[in-house]
């Protein structure tokens, strides 16, 4: 089993920047892939940004040159910068590892709010 602890959610003004970070633990060794995904109310989930664990990154078209993704395998985490925040950025962040991008483990999300 692999658990993810998220962190660095929180309240931010449009235009500023927000870090969160994913430590995961656990059976490591079933992780090829880590993420972020969100979900704003009243829509579905999507994939933000994911990185694997050879450092190929993939982002959102939304976010991209806004963001970026990070890993240190050596202390199994990945993170996520995010700059030039927006209020459509608005929604609960979730952290996700997996050997690929199905079926894979869940953190259990933190919210992220960007006012106008």
């Known amino acids: 089993q692999v658990q993810l602890v998220e962190s660095g959610g929180g309240l931010v003004q449009a235009g500023g920047s927000l870090r969160l970070s994913c430590a995961a633990s656990g059976s490591m060794f079933s992780i090829n892939v880590m993420g972020w995904y969100r979900q704003a109310p009243g829509k579905q989930r999507e994939l933000v940004a994911g990185i694997t664990s050879g450092g190929s990154t993939n982002y959102n078209y939304s976010v991209k040159g806004r963001f970026t993704i990070s890993r240190d395998n050596a202390k199994s985490t990945v993170y996520l910068q995010m700059n030039s925040l927006k209020p459509e950025d608005t929604a609960v962040y979730y952290c996700?590892?997996?050997?690929?991008?199905?079926?894979?483990?869940w953190g259990q999300g933190t919210q992220v709010t960007v006012s106008s």
């Open positions: 996700y590892a997996g050997l690929n991008w199905r079926g894979g483990h």
